[in-house]
């Protein structure tokens, strides 16, 4: 028994303090519609606080990546979507793979 009781004071001074789990940092979200060359992407992207919060801002920052949440996705021809979309909660995408990013608000 004893040596079960030194495993469990063992493995919760391992565990994440309780005010860290969960927490998130509150963000300015900005609607947005994003084209790769073979995607159509609709999600809001989202600026730190403190961040101006300009599109060009984010795109120049140090992320190679964007990312956007209550995503919808096409494939595109040209402008114009095609075929049937899929959504997510999250979607990533290169900065270096976006041609154009429009901010819809």
Sequence with gaps: MTGGNRMTAQSTSTRVPEATIGSRVSTNPTSVQVFTRDMVLEGNMHAKPGYKGRV???L???SRF???TEATLWK???FA????PVESSTAMVSVEDI????ALE
Excluded: F, M, Q, Y
């Design 99 to 102: 041609e154009v990013l429009l």
């Design 76 to 78: 595109r021809d040209g």
């Design 60 to 62: 120049n920052g140090p």
């Design 81 to 84: 979507k095609i075929g049937t």
């Design 56 to 58: 060009s801002d984010l």
């Design 66 to 68: 964007l990312a956007l």
